[in-house]
């Protein structure tokens, strides 16, 4: 798609920062945001059926770290992490399910 991941992460934290009263800014931080967030493509996982059978099926992965760092000490105040499937989804249900994730990573902030 052309969804810009990056551009969309960053849009949600701050928005999601604003209503917990914390304005981005240009200079003098209290602290800083970093986030990684990856998918792989070619994940796998295994299923065991109610016989105890053993499948193994592709199960694309995405996982996302999302850190808070203080700016003075450089010291790490808060972190979550999430994880879904991957399942080349429309860039609309794309945004929903970033959107929930990024939500949930800082409802207990």
């Known amino acids: 798609t052309n ?3 990056s551009a969309e992460i960053q849009q949600i934290v701050n928005a999601e920062l604003a209503k917990k009263g914390k ?6 931080p209290d602290f800083y945001v970093a986030y990684l967030a990856a998918a792989d493509m070619d994940a796998i996982k295994e299923k065991v059926d109610k016989e105890g059978k ?3 099926e592709n199960a694309p992965d995405a996982a996302m770290l999302l850190t808070l ?3 003075d000490t450089a010291e790490i105040i ?3 992490s999430a994880e879904g499937d991957v399942k080349g989804l429309p860039a609309d249900q ?3 399910r970033l959107n929930y994730a990024i939500k949930k990573m800082l ?3």
């Open 107 to 109: 409802g207990n902030m």
């Open 78 to 80: 808060y972190i979550s």
């Open 94 to 96: 794309m945004k929903q």
């Open 3 to 5: 969804l810009d991941v």
């Open 69 to 71: 760092i203080d700016a």
């Open 54 to 56: 053993m499948t193994i």
């Open 23 to 28: 304005m981005a800014v240009t200079a003098n």
